[in-house]
Nanobody
Framework: QVQLAESGGGSVQAGGSLRLTCQAS???????MNWFRQAPGKERETVAS???????AYADPVKGRFSISTDNAKNMLYLQMNSLKPEDTAMYYC????????????WGQGTQVTVTS
């Protein structure tokens, strides 16, 4: 089972950008890779997914602002976040699933993103 570790979070002003990185312990090309977030008092929300065929999908609140990508040669997953809003504040996690829409089988410890107004 692949191990995942996120980094790249931080504090940024509204309108700013961050790029999150997820280092995998092995090749993730056969998985659906995801970024999800969890804010205090809110439900977990999957914000971006990337299928094993390379098809991205985004939650409506982040469409046009976030971009998911992967570098399979480095076993890395990225989330480029632009035009950040205070409501994007959350702990962000990368996660693997056998298929998109299926339950996650592995996720990391998370990285905190805080967007100030």
């Amino acid at each position: 089972q692949v191990q995942l570790a996120e980094s790249g979070g931080g504090s940024v002003q509204a309108g700013g950008s961050l790029r999150l990185t997820c280092q995998a312990s092995g090749n993730t090309a056969s998985y659906c890779m995801n970024w999800f977030r969890q804010a205090p008092g809110k439900e977990r929300e999957t914000v971006a997914s990337l299928s094993s065929t390379g098809a991205p999908a985004y939650a409506d609140p982040v469409k046009g602002r976030f971009s998911i990508s992967t570098d399979n040669a480095k076993n890395m997953l990225y989330l480029q976040m632009n035009s950040l809003k205070p409501e994007d504040t959350a702990m962000y996690y990368c996660a693997a699933a056998q298929r998109c829409g299926w339950s996650f089988i592995s996720w990391g410890q998370g990285t905190q993103v805080t967007v100030t107004s």
